[in-house]
């Protein structure tokens, strides 16, 4: 008796249980739906963008660049050089926006880009002074991104919104095929990368103003390997890498 006694008690409890999930459940459900109708009635400024199934507009970014590096077996036996690093520098970017609208919480977006990048390689050698050569690279980037957006709910004419994609690299400015840089480690002209950020977006009568940060990563190998120069042998490979912060205007 005192088995089946416990074993309703538990199966009472049970039931009580999933009713009162059930209740929370549906409590919450009506409470979201109440509160994005709410958010729909607040949002003036969206409802005239939301008709358009596409737009476009202008970027303004600053970037921060540099390159990650792997040493090679060399590195351990050569004598010139205790470190090689790859150094930050500034940059900006102007850009173009194009957006497709699929469905109501993503995008499809396109973003020729021009970038103006600094970065810099640094080899320190060993012993006690500190003695260092910099290898300062200066880039005109040609970029072509393809992103794909996801938008949240939108409320008070306000929303964020995360972003993932890919795009390829074109250096204008490159001396990789100079003769002037015949002794000077090579970066190659060409790269592709995979970009993710996030941002908000705030939607004004005329425009919708984005700011964005968003990080960059080399996936190719951008290292021009030169057997003659130990500045070369001593790494195996090179990856790009940018955070950039961007301001989008759209219309």
């Known amino acids: 008796m005192r088995t089946t006694h416990v074993w309703n008690l538990l199966h009472l409890h049970g039931r009580k249980s999933l009713t009162a999930a ?33 737009y476009f507009g202008i970027s303004l970014g600053m970037n921060s660049s540099d390159f990650k590096i792997y040493h090679s077996r060399e590195f351990i036996r050569n004598d010139s050089f205790a470190r090689a690093e790859g150094v930050t520098g500034p940059g ?51 970029e072509m991104p393809f992103h794909v957006r996801y938008k949240s709910v939108t409320y008070h004419d306000f929303r964020i919104f995360l972003v993932a994609g890919a795009k390829y690299v074109f250096d204008v400015a490159s001396d990789s095929r100079t003769r002037q840089a015949a002794d000077l480690i090579k970066i190659s002209p060409t790269d592709f990368q995979f970009e993710y950020g996030a941002g908000v977006q705030f939607f004004f009568p005329y425009f919708i ?35 950039t912060i961007t301001l989008y205007f759209e219309g």
């Open 22 to 54: 059930l209740c929370l459940l549906l409590v919450g459900l009506n409470a979201s739906a109440g509160w994005a109708q709410r958010a729909k009635s607040y949002n003036f400024n969206y409802k005239d963008f939301q008709a358009k199934p596409y």
């Open 92 to 142: 900006f970017n102007l850009g173009i926006v194009s957006n497709l609208k699929i469905g109501e919480y993503f995008d499809v977006r396109f973003l020729p880009t021009l970038s103006f990048v600094e970065r810099n390689l640094r080899y320190t050698r060993p012993g006690d002074g500190v003695q260092t050569i910099n290898r300062r690279i200066e880039s005109v980037l040609v």
């Open 209 to 243: 103003f984005s700011p964005e940060f968003k990080v960059s990563h080399g996936l190719n190998n951008v290292l021009l390997y030169n057997d003659r120069l130990q500045q070369s042998t001593v790494l195996e490979k090179i990856l790009s890498r940018t955070f």
